[in-house]
């Protein structure tokens, strides 16, 4: 079975971050090249403090370093999301998920609970490379295979925006005691 870091999350005991790990991430997800110091000074806390919290939340998970690439600017402008059913039986299932776990332009992958029951994501540099080497070989080892190609995003992912959210539900009640 696939994993990714969301199933994870229910089996670990969770951090609990409180209302300053919510603004350091905050910040960090503004400008992923802040420094301690200015982070310290922003936030009026000592820069041992961040460092601290920082290091905690690494240790917990909570926090990865990670390159983000823009593939579009290197040439692979194809993103695909990939919807797929199996029920052709164990055989097909382990092949399935050899072939997800073994195709580099497969990004992400999940099992679901729902219409599809993965959810794949793939990259690649044009439409027929697309269809023959990654859509074409899936097809036999599939039962529904369903593929929507993105145009254009309307809303990418957005941690600063969620950060807050939760720091004003998780904390905005203790401020007006």
Same mark, same amino acid.
């Given at each position: 079975?696939?994993?990714?870091?969301?199933?994870?999350?229910?089996?670990?005991?969770?951090?609990?971050?409180?209302?300053?790990?919510?603004?350091?991430?905050?910040?960090?997800?503004?400008?992923?090249?802040?420094?301690?110091?200015?982070?310290? +000074?922003?936030?009026? &806390?000592?820069?041992?403090?961040?460092?601290?919290?920082?290091?905690?939340?690494?240790?917990?998970?909570?926090?990865?370093?990670k390159?983000?690439?823009?593939?579009?600017?290197?040439?692979?402008?194809?993103?695909?999301?990939?919807?797929?059913?199996?029920?052709?039986?164990?055989?097909?299932?382990?092949?399935?998920?050899?072939?997800?776990?073994? +195709?580099?332009?497969?990004? +992400?992958?999940y099992?679901?609970?729902?219409?599809?029951?993965?959810?794949?994501k793939?990259?690649?540099?044009?439409?027929?490379?697309?269809? +023959?080497? &990654?859509?074409?070989?899936?097809?036999?080892?599939?039962?529904?295979?369903?593929?929507?190609?993105?145009?254009?995003?309307?809303?990418?992912?957005?941690?600063?925006?969620?950060?807050?959210?939760?720091?004003?539900?998780?904390?905005?009640?203790?401020?007006?005691?």
């Amino acid at each position: 079975m696939l994993s990714n870091d969301m199933s994870r999350a229910i089996r670990e005991p969770p951090f609990v971050p409180d209302e300053l790990d919510l603004m350091i991430l905050e910040h960090m997800s503004s400008d992923a090249n802040v420094q301690f110091k200015q982070l310290a +000074e922003s936030l009026k &806390v000592d820069q041992r403090t961040i460092a601290k919290r920082v290091n905690k939340m690494k240790e917990n998970g909570v926090l990865k370093n990670k390159v983000e690439i823009n593939w579009s600017r290197m040439g692979v402008g194809i993103a695909a999301y990939v919807g797929a059913e199996t029920g052709l039986g164990e055989n097909d299932l382990a092949k399935l998920h050899d072939f997800i776990r073994k +195709e580099p332009r497969v990004i +992400e992958a999940y099992s679901t609970i729902g219409s599809q029951e993965y959810f794949i994501k793939v990259l690649e540099t044009d439409l027929q490379s697309l269809r +023959e080497e &990654v859509l074409m070989p899936l097809e036999p080892i599939t039962s529904k295979l369903t593929s929507s190609i993105i145009s254009s995003p309307v809303k990418q992912q957005n941690d600063v925006s969620l950060l807050r959210f939760l720091r004003q539900r998780w904390f905005s009640h203790k401020k007006s005691k």
